[in-house]
């Protein structure tokens, strides 16, 4: 399925596949998406809002300003997770254990 948003500019709408999503990143009230073939775009929706829209499928927020797709996770690390694409996200430590949790429940 894919879902349309309004990019920054307002101009055009982009429509974006949840499973073609690495990561996205907050930046004020826009969003930054990064996929799998290794572009990124800037939307106008806020983290929070993709959340709620992805929330059927495999993201787990990280930290206040990111969300990953738990499908592109290479390795967990202290501070960060290591991402398909050489792309990093940061995990804040009261959610590590469940981001343990969630990839653990996801490999089943």
Known sequence: MK?????VRGL???????????????DENY??????????ITLAKTLKECE???????????HRSCII???YCLEIQEKEVLLFNNLKASISRRRLTGLKNSLLYEKK
């Open 69 to 71: 797709n738990l499908h």
């Open 31 to 40: 969003s930054v998406f990064y996929f799998s073939n290794g572009r990124s």
């Open 52 to 62: 709620g829209i992805f929330e059927p499928y495999p993201f787990y927020r990280t």
């Open 3 to 7: 879902y349309q948003f309004k990019n």
């Open 12 to 26: 055009k709408r982009a429509k974006v596949k949840p499973e073609d999503v690495i990561k996205v990143e907050a």
